[in-house]
Structure formats: structure tokens, C-alpha cells
């Protein structure tokens, strides 16, 4: 199995740059999931990589080789597309061995193949339905066992669980990662749901306006974000605007233009610059209001099963939220005054953004 | 490796696809558009004479606006007619279901089936007031206008209804389901959410219907020379195509009728270019005053007896207007006294007509599906946006300056039509081409691409995704455009005349039986043409779908 790599890619249409000088490794065998939001250019990335779209500059490279210009079917990357277009004239099974038949693998060959994966994606009893019999999750795994049969080097996966329910979703992702591991391929799979990236992938990759803000696995891509807009884009964060006042090699502090100060990890950047703090939803606390700073009314509390959202107003400010666990749910109410705080270890500090924080942080 | 690999291989190749796809695009300029529109040069190189013989002469001039004129204002009511009457019975296609739903398909195709030739014919003797009439005709229409406009009704309103039913088949219902949860009656949901939004469909219908009325020749002629009982002359009514028919008839004893021909020609088809565009800016631009409801009235007719009386009145309009004129022919000759004659010549002519139409289809399939195909893959370059105009211009020049056009063309290679066979095969390919085009562009431009994209990375080339995906797919609209190019081809006979003047076709052959006023024999002629014609589209249709399923 090759290792994908897209060096300076750029994609214009007539009105919007696709890609804009996109650079990307996807290693042997990874699993990589392609995170942004809507129009960030997630499938035209994938479709460059499958060589169904031409790049205006750069070049794709499979294990180092310059494949920019070769035809999709030379390249044995097999894209499944959201809506899986199971060809809508053929059966399961003809679907299925679409591949093996171009390629005119011996019958026995074919026959035992299709056994095997009708098998594996548990379609054995549909072999002779057509693709508009199937619910939405056999089509799904139809079409999988269809890209298999191929023997693909590379599986493009392009929101393959979009159209799925949510529970069939979550098994689902189970299932599609344990197969590309059993079979070691090389995965690219785009999606613009951070949970789905957050569970599947080895590495992720944060896609948005045609570049790519940054690659790391789950763990890194949560923790470590490298901008304000992959905090909040993958799990929800908390923005505090401020001058950095203090700074120290185990901490800094920030304070507003109303005197209030907050604290937040060490940072390299000068003291004086305007800079913007940026906390996990899932990492900032509702406290008394006299031990911070940070004081405010409580807007919003939201059942989310087995935590609680609450949304806290603080004026001058800005909005912040919390998750706290549902044992704790009655204790609050709308309308109570509450305080916000964090561990200074969870708070991680961005140079203030060139165009504003609010554009800076919008997902189209 | 087997020698079928090999042959993929080759024709996968880049260099062999774009060689292709050049082959195609020369094609077509050489073969259909060039010579469609060569007539234009002779304006050109030969305005003396036209100035002398035609500008200078206000008789033949009059003669030429007037027979103009009365095209234009038939083609405009015959579009308008076929579009009112049309749309009940495309909305019932499309949307409803009830018992014989697949027989009024097949009814509907009909008129496709019978040669022009021979429904001008059936027309004419069933509506006309002639000399004497054959039982059960209504023999009430005088007006050879009134004549003409029911004859073009009948072949062109199959046109109107398949436009209307496939682009409102494409609608997503859901629109209009929105729009009456939202409170609109069933009638203003149509109205303002559906109907704006198949425009796109009723330029299709619209000008394919114009386009028909505007050209046909052949039909024509035989409804005009059954209504007089007798060749046409000079003073009889004419209708611009009619008028190039009757001048290329006695151009052969009469030259200096040329530069009048040529002009006449000329004229029609710079006005039917024109007419296209702006038919198409007028649909596709101008915003009808859709907006406007008026809720309590058009509650009122969405309820109780009104949807019926349209529904109604839409099946009756397809029997008495469409059908039954279409097949009268069927009684008369029932009724009418036998005549004995000899009928091979009538099987030479049908033999040859059957043989041309074939070849033709086959040249339209294997030289049209790639260019459709290039329009459609192509949509945003400049060049397949140009050819997709262009193929419209065969299909709007009326058949006989397309066929004098041809005819010129063509001679410049085979001056003495020493192929007259050839001759025709090459002039029919130029109007049945777009009616295959057409249909392929049509279909593939409904079909999501990623369906070959997917082929194409599962490691098709392009011509395995092509066959394996992609036909199965628009199969159904190959052999629509196949269908109406051999049938096209079959019933043609402007054209074929222009080119070969004693051609050897069935259509012309009939319109000979007629101008001698051989009834009897043209009726039978007629009757074996149509049978045919539709024993072979039946054929044509289970044949492929048995593959399909």
C-alpha cells in the first residue's frame, strides 16, 4: 500500500479557490481523516487525489511516484462517494464484482471473492437485489464490499456516513476502521464531523479554505490546537479576549480592557500583545461567584443525556459554555449568578487573530 | 492478454481520445452543419441574380413574405395548441397512475410512426371538404390554413407531451408538496412552484414543436394537393416550405426559379435562427406574472369536477385531434373500392427506404452518442456550449431548404447524383443527427456523474465505464433518439427530393401516388408504411427491454 502525498496543490473555479497551495503526507497504511467544514474543500481533495479532478498546480505523488497526470483507473484509488452510486442497473453481487469482471480475474476467482465479501459486509442473502432494494446501510456496505473487491492500494471515502442514522453511524465506524486495519489500507476519509474524525482516525488532517491548518493525531489535534479555529472547530471551545500582562515559564495572565484577569498556560508570545485565550467547553467550570474574575447569569441549560449544557452570560464579554455532569443539574437554574473558571493548564493562548476573532472562528 | 483487451487498450488511450473526439467534432461540422447552411454562401456569391430575379419582381416577392408570414403564424398556433392541449396529458404521464397508463404511452408515440407523407395524407382526407369525401370523414375544413395548422398538431404534439412529461418526471415532488403544507391549493402550488420550474423543458417542447411545424415539407404538400385534388400551381396557398417545394419541382423545366428558391430558403432559415433565440431568451428571461394568487378560485378549480372535465378533455383532444386523423387512412381504404395494380415498384421504394433509414441511424448512433457525450462532460467549455447551439440548427431549418441546401452542397461532389443513394443517406444524416444528440444530452445531463467517476476508480477505462454504466443507464433515450431518427429518415420527403430529384424512396413514391391522385394505392402505400414503421418500433423497444431488465 503507497503513501499519498500532495505537494502545493492548487484548485481555482471560476469564483472559488478549491485548494490553495495544499500540502499533505498520508502515510502507509494510515487511516487519516480530512476534518473542515462545509466547502472548505474536502472533496476536491479527495477527487485530486482519485485524479477525477485536475489540479491547476502541484502534483500528486503514491510511494514518491508522480501519478499528476495518470488516469483515474490507473491509479487503484477507489473513491466511495456519499451518495455510494451503486450502479442502479446491476445487482448487489454484479456491483460488487464491477471490479474483479474489468479486470477479467478468473470466474472461480470472482465467485469465491464475492462469497467472501457478500459475507464480510453481511450481504450474502442480497446478492440478486438491486441497489433501490437496500436500506440506506446495506447500500453503504454494498458499496464498501464493491470497493474491496477492487483491491484498491488507496480507499477515498468521502462522508460515507452522512446518510446513515445515527445509531447505524456509530457501528459503522467501528466496522470501517477494523477493516481497513485487517486489510492495511491506506485510508483518506473526509468527513465534517469532529466526533466521527475524533474516533476513526490515526492522524487528522483540519481542512479550511483549500489549506490545511493542521495535521496530528485526535489527541494532539484536541489539545494542542494550533489556532483558535481548530480549537473551537474540533470540540467546542471558550474565547477570552485580552492584553497578555503577565508571563512566566509556568503560566501567563491575561487582562481585558475592564480589568478582568484570567490565567492560562506559559507562552512565548511578548508581553503587551493582544492575544486571545481559548478553553474546552468540556474543560471550563461553573464556580462561586466570588473565587473569579469572570461573572455572569445563566442563560441557557440544555439536557444533552449524560451531561448538562449550560450557557453562561457575562456581560462585557461574551457567552461561555460548560458541560457539567447531570448528577449536578439541579443545582442550577436560569438566571442564577454564577462565576466561570479553569485549570490554567487547559487554557492555551493564540496571537489575536488579523481579521477578528469572529471571522476567524465562521465555518463557511 | 486477448485481442478485445488489446482493443480497449488502444481505444482508452489518450491519443486515441482525443483523435476521437476531434473525428467527431469534424463530423459533425462536415457532414451536418456545412452542408445545412451552404445555402447561405449563395447569397453571397450569387446576390446579382437574386437582386434581379426576386428583389426586383414585387410578385414573386409578395409571394415569398406572404408564404413566410403564414408559416411563422402557423408554427406560433400550432406551438401554442400542442402546448395547452399537451400539458393535461404530460401531467397525467408523469404524475398520476390509472389502469392503461402504458397503453396512452404508446398511443401518444403514434404519430411518430407514420411516415408525414402519409399523415399528411390521412389528415387531409379526414378533416378536408374534397371533391369526395370517403365515408366517416368529417369533411368540414376548407381553409387550407385551418388544414395545415391541424396537420402540424397531430406530428408535432408527441414532440410537446415527451418534453413536458420527462422534465416534469425530473421535478422533485416535494417542492409542490411543501407548498401545499404550507396552505397553497393544489393548483396554486403547480402554478407557482412547478410550472417556473420547467422552463428548461418547455423550450425543449416548444421549439422542437416550432422547429417541426415551421419545416416539415413533405406532409404539407400532400394535405394542400388532397384538399385542391390536384398538383399545386402558382396561385394556390402556400406556406413557406411548400413554396420551396413547389419552385424546386419546377425549377427542373424553370432555372431562372433559383435565385427565388435560394432565397426563400435563405430567408427561412436566418428567421427560424432567429426565431430560436429568441424563443429561448423569451422563456428562459422574461418573468411570467407567476406570483400573484388568487387563493378562493383556484381552490375552486383544484376540487370536485374541474380536474376531471381537463383530465377529460385532454384524452379526448389526443383521439379526435391527434389519432384519428393520424389513422383514418385505416377506414378509407376499407371502405373504398379495390384498385388492382402492381406493386413492386412500392416494395423497391420501401426496401431502399428501410435500407437508408437503417444506415442512417447507425452513422447518427456511432457519430452522435460521442459528441453527445462531449457536450455534456465538456459543459463549461466554450467550444461543446457552441456545438450545443449548433445541433439545434438542422432541426429548425424547414426540411426543404435543408434538402435544396444539402442538395447544392452535395452536387458540388456528385454533380450527375451518380450515388443517389449516398446522396441521400449523407442528407438524411444531417436532420436525424440532432434527434439522436438531442436525446443523449438530454439523458446523460440527468445522470449524476459520480456513477462513472466511481467506474472510472474502480478501475474502468473510459470506454468499460461507458458500456457498463453508463448505457444501461440512458438506453431508454438512445432508442428514443433512434426511433425518431428512423422514422424521421423513413417519412422524409422535402429533403430526399431536394437532393435527388427522381429519388426512390417510400415517401416519395406516395407523394407521386397522390399528385396523380391515385388515392387508393397511396392509402394502401401509407397503411404498409405505418405498419411497418410500428411493427419495427415495437421490435426495436422489446428488444431492448429484455437487455435492460
Known sequence: MPSVTLLGIVKRYSDVTAANGLNLTVNDGEYLCLLGPTGAGKTTVLRIIAGLTTPDQGRVLFDGRDVTSLDPEERSAVLLSQTYCLFPTMTVADNVLFGPEIREIPEADKEQMLVSLLDMVRLSERANSYPKELSGGMQQRCAL???????????????????????????????????????????????????????????????????????????????????????????????????????????????????????????????????????????????????????????????????????????????????????????????????????????????????????????? | MGPGNKLVELISGKR???????????????????????????????????????????????LIIGSIIVAFEIATIVTIIDFVAGLPLAWMMARKDFRGKQFLDTLIDMPLAVPTAALGFSAAIFW???????????????????????????????????????????????????????????????????????????????????????????????????????????????????????????????????????????????????????????????????????????????????????????????????????????????????????????????????????????????????????????????????????VNVPLIVPTAALGFSLGLFWSNFDPNASFPLLLIILAHVAFTYPLVVRNVVGAVEGIDPAFEETARTLGAKPIQSFRRVLFPMIKGSILAGAIMAFTRSLGETGATLAVVANANTAPVYIVELVNEQSYYLAAMACIILIIISYVFMLLLRRFTREEVV
Open chain 1, 145 to 364: 464490499a464493491r470497493a474491496i473487491a477492487t483491491s484498491p492500494d488507496v480507499l477515498l471515502l468521502d462522508e460515507p456516513l452522512r446518510a446513515l442514522d445515527a445509531r447505524l453511524r456509530i457501528d459503522l465506524r467501528r466496522e470501517l476502521k477494523s477493516l481497513a486495519r485487517t486489510l492495511g489500507l491506506t485510508v483518506i476519509h473526509v468527513t465534517h464531523d469532529q466526533d466521527e474524525a475524533l474516533v476513526m482516525a490515526d492522524r487528522i488532517a483540519i481542512l479550511r479554505a483549500g489549506k490545511i491548518l493542521q495535521v496530528g493525531t485526535p489527541a494532539e489535534v484536541f489539545n494542542e490546537p494550533e489556532s483558535p479555529f481548530v480549537a473551537n472547530f474540533v470540540g467546542q471551545s471558550n474565547f477570552f479576549t485580552g492584553k497578555l500582562v503577565n508571563s512566566t515559564p509556568t503560566g501567563a495572565e491575561i487582562e481585558d480592557d475592564d480589568g478582568r484577569r484570567v490565567r492560562a498556560r506559559a507562552t512565548s508570545l511578548p508581553i503587551g500583545s493582544k492575544v486571545v485565550l481559548a478553553v474546552k467547553v468540556g474543560q471550563t467550570h461553573i464556580l462561586k461567584r466570588e473565587v473569579t474574575p469572570l461573572k455572569g447569569r445563566i442563560e441557557r441549560i440544555l439536557f444533552e443525556g449524560r451531561v448538562v449544557h449550560v450557557d453562561v452570560d457575562i456581560e462585557g464579554v461574551g457567552r461561555f459554555s460548560s458541560k457539567i455532569p447531570v448528577r449536578r443539574r439541579g443545582r442550577y437554574n436560569v438566571g442564577d449568578e454564577v462565576g466561570i473558571g479553569w485549570n490554567r493548564n487547559k487554557a492555551k493562548i493564540f496571537p489575536y487573530p488579523e481579521n477578528g476573532l469572529e471571522d476567524e472562528l465562521k465555518v463557511d
Open chain 2, 16 to 62: 486515441f481520445r482525443k483523435g476521437w473526439t476531434a473525428l467527431n467534432i469534424a463530423f459533425f461540422l462536415l457532414f451536418v452543419i456545412i452542408p445545412t447552411v451552404y445555402i447561405l454562401s449563395y447569397a453571397i456569391t450569387d446576390w446579382s441574380e437574386i437582386q434581379e430575379h426576386v428583389l426586383s419582381d414585387p410578385a414573386t416577392m409578395d
Open chain 2, 128 to 390: 378536408a371538404v374534397t371533391p369526395n369525401p370517403p365515408p366517416f370523414s368529417l369533411a368540414t375544413i376548407s381553409s387550407p390554413m385551418i388544414l395545415i395548422i391541424l396537420l402540424h398538431v397531430v406530428f408535432s404534439y408527441p414532440y410537446m407531451v415527451r418534453s413536458l412529461t420527462a422534465i416534469l418526471g425530473g421535478i422533485d415532488e416535494t417542492y409542490e408538496t411543501a407548498g401545499r403544507t404550507l396552505g397553497a391549493s393544489r393548483l396554486t402550488a403547480v402554478r407557482t412552484i412547478t410550472l417556473p420550474l420547467f422552463r428548461a423543458g418547455l423550450v425543449t417542447g416548444a421549439i422542437l414543436c416550432f422547429a417541426r411545424s415551421l419545416s416539415e415539407t413533405g406532409g404539407t404538400i400532400i394535405a394542400l394537393a388532397t384538399l385542391y385534388g390536384r398538383r399545386m400551381v402558382e396561385g394556390d396557398f402556400h406556406t413557406g416550405p411548400s413554396l420551396i417545394g413547389f419552385w424546386k419541382d419546377a425549377s427542373v423545366s424553370d432555372p431562372t426559379l433559383i435565385p427565388a428558391l435560394s432565397f426563400v430558403s435563405i430567408l427561412l432559415i436566418i428567421l427560424a435562427l432567429v426565431l430560436l433565440l429568441v424563443l429561448k431568451i423569451v422563456i428562459m428571461r422574461v418573468r411570467l406574472p407567476l406570483r400573484k394568487v388568487w387563493p378562493s378560485p383556484e381552490k375552486l378549480l383544484s376540487r370536485g369536477l374541474f380536474p376531471k372535465i381537463k383530465d377529460t378533455s385532454a384524452i379526448i383532444f389526443l383521439i379526435v385531434i391527434v389519432l384519428i386523423p393520424s389513422f383514418f387512412i385505416f377506414t378509407y381504404v376499407l371502405t373504398a373500392n379495390p384498385v388492382q395494380a402492381d406493386w413492386s415498384p412500392f416494395i423497391d421504394a420501401l426496401l431502399t427506404s428501410f435500407l437508408v433509414a437503417t444506415i442512417v441511424t447507425l452513422i447518427d448512433l456511432v457519430m452522435g452518442i460521442p459528441m453527445a457525450l462531449y457536450i455534456v462532460k465538456n459543459k463549461t467549455g466554450r467550444l461543446s456550449q457552441m456545438l450545443d447551439v449548433l
